[in-house]
């Protein structure tokens, strides 16, 4: 009489959520993060960064080199010494800012001035747009002229675009990826033994909590963050901060309405930024009064 042989066709069982390499990507994500956390610049608050500046300056140069040569690049011209002379002016006036900020608040300054090798361009292009790469490279779309309007808000624009580089963000943009694909990975490990569709439900719903929950706030807090210290940038650099007020309401109509609920956005959205602004206004005008006279 022959052995009853189990079916090696029959679907293999599955199994359940393995906790444990959750747990492991926890503690992982802990020494992660107390072994490369640092004190951010002006603010002081805690941010994960585990490159170097000079690192940063090597890749926003590479960038910013391939920008321009694929860009209609305007050296001369009215426009352009304006460019100039705002970036000129923020950048003077930027150790001061921080040693002030920092003895005002008690904050140690922790910026390398000496790892930042400034350069500024003026972009003919439809885009309303302006950008710093780490290292302080700087661009400035011809698109956002008309809507700045005056010196004042391009000063607020580029105060804006300084202090993301400034405050590194880039660089904790990317260390904040990192963790998440590798939470993404041990989530996978994780369902790895669930029932296919368990596992795309699981995976979807974990996906859409790190980016709705850690990588879209983490991104309106950069904004927020970098409207603070840009708008301080601009009025010790003796340029009127009211006229940002002005500005993101203009920025707000040139959308045209089209932008997505801020709770989607890598934005705060123009009411909240508008209120932010606001709130800052009297702590701006006081630093336009110290560093100007006025």
């Avoid at 880039?170 to 029932?195: H, N």
């Avoid at 983490?218 to 010790?236: K, Q």
Wanted: with cysteine.
């Amino acid at each position: 009489m022959n052995a009853m042989r189990p079916n090696s066709s029959a679907p293999r069982r599955r199994g359940g959520f393995r906790w444990w390499v959750l747990i492991l990507f926890g503690l992982y994500a802990g020494y992660y993060w107390f072994s490369n956390q640092q004190d951010a610049a002006f603010t002081g608050r805690a941010q994960l960064i585990d490159s170097t500046v000079e690192q940063e300056a090597t890749m926003g140069l590479q960038a910013y080199r391939q920008i321009l040569s694929q860009s209609d690049v305007v050296t001369q011209g009215r426009t352009a010494e304006q460019v100039r002379e705002i970036a000129r002016r923020l950048i003077a006036v930027g150790p001061r800012v921080e040693a002030d900020w920092a003895a005002a608040r008690g904050v140690k300054p922790s910026i390398q001035w000496d790892a930042f090798d400034w350069d500024v361009s003026l972009i003919q292009s439809e885009q309303a747009n302006a950008f710093c790469l780490p290292g302080g490279k700087i661009a400035v779309y011809t698109g956002i002229i008309p809507i700045a309007q005056n010196q004042d808000a391009l000063a607020a624009i580029m105060g804006h675009e300084i202090a993301h580089a400034l405050l590194r963000h880039s660089a904790e943009r990317m260390a904040q990826q990192k963790l998440v694909q590798i939470g993404s990975m041990a989530a996978g490990v994780a369902v790895s033994d669930m029932d296919p569709q368990q596992q795309k439900a699981v995976m979807a719903v974990m996906g859409a909590g790190a980016q709705y929950g850690v990588l879209l706030p983490f991104s309106r807090d950069h904004e927020s963050e970098a409207d603070e210290v840009g708008l301080m940038l601009a009025a010790a650099a003796c340029y009127d901060p009211r006229e940002a007020i002005g500005l993101w309401e203009r920025m707000g109509q040139a959308s045209g309405g089209q932008a997505p609920p801020e709770f989607m956005s890598t934005h705060p959205s123009g009411t909240t930024r508008i209120a932010h602004l606001q709130r800052l206004m009297p702590q701006a005008l006081d630093f336009h009064k110290a560093y100007c006279g006025e």
